[in-house]
């Protein structure tokens, strides 16, 4: 069975555009995932159809209505039988990165579904957090307008991971965050001189050895420089390695 995602937003039409182009398509055409809209406000109930409504106790903005997303995590649920692992998107969440990536790439068989909840406003009744017990997800530091960006990334992330889902180039290329750690080197192609800009003799140098080396080099000086955390990351799993010898 492909990795079911479902997606519940408000705004179903922003996600055409990452789902059907590149990577994303090509998982979903080779059958390795599948993805399953579902529009929140075909939930509301009154004649407004409203998702959302004014704080209790006051306050800016509007705040998610519980039953209404209940209503819709529960029609989504009952379209597949596997257990869904609930992902808020929330600037209270924690953050993504490449270890939690893996680890919702990764699941068992039978175990394969997530559900992504994407909001559009200043919160959600905390009602929805209690009773649904979703783990709550942020891209980062920084105030976006809704979670549809922060879950096209978390999707865009996973689905890169599932087996079969690169070709063949993208595939041996995929080293950069996940075994050591470390930034990429600079690459260079045609042409040799670009508007005075020449290309490191070592690259055009044949020596393999030399290069692999400078490649090496330029990782390193790269990672501390721009990176201190991750370079700090590296050094205390190169002495973990060590320790463990
Ligand atoms: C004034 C308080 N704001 C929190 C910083 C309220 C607020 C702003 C924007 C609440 C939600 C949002 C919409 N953002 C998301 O839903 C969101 C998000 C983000 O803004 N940044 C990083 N990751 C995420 S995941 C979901």
Request: proline share 7%.
């Amino acid at each position: 069975m492909p990795l079911r995602i479902d997606i519940l937003t408000l705004f179903p039409e922003m996600f055409s555009a990452v789902l059907g182009t590149s990577i994303p398509k090509r998982a979903a055409e080779k059958n390795l995932v599948s993805y399953h809209l579902t529009n929140i406000r075909d939930f509301a109930t009154d004649a407004h159809q409203s998702v959302d409504d004014k704080p209790f106790g006051g306050g800016p903005g509007m705040v998610m209505m519980a039953p209404v997303l209940f209503d819709a995590v529960e029609h989504a649920e009952k379209q597949d039988t596997r257990p869904a692992e609930r992902i808020l998107l929330s600037p209270q969440g924690e953050r993504l990165d490449q270890r939690l990536v893996e680890e919702l790439a990764g699941k068992e068989p039978g175990k394969d579904r997530l559900l992504l909840i994407a909001g559009h406003y200043e919160g959600f009744d905390e009602r929805i957090i209690e009773g649904l017990r979703p783990r709550e997800v942020s891209v980062g530091d920084y105030v976006l307008s809704g979670g549809e960006l922060p879950a096209m990334v978390l999707i865009d992330a996973i689905v890169r991971l599932l087996p079969g889902a690169l070709g063949a180039e993208d595939g041996a290329a995929d080293e950069s965050f996940g075994s050591d750690g470390l930034l990429e080197h600079p690459q260079y192609t045609r042409p040799r001189e670009f508007r005075g800009m020449g290309v490191p003799d070592v690259l055009l140098s044949g020596n393999h050895g030399a290069i692999a080396k400078w490649r090496a080099e330029q990782r390193q000086l790269r990672t501390r420089q721009r990176r201190p955390d991750l370079w700090q990351a590296h050094l205390k799993r190169r002495e973990d390695d060590e320790d463990r010898k």
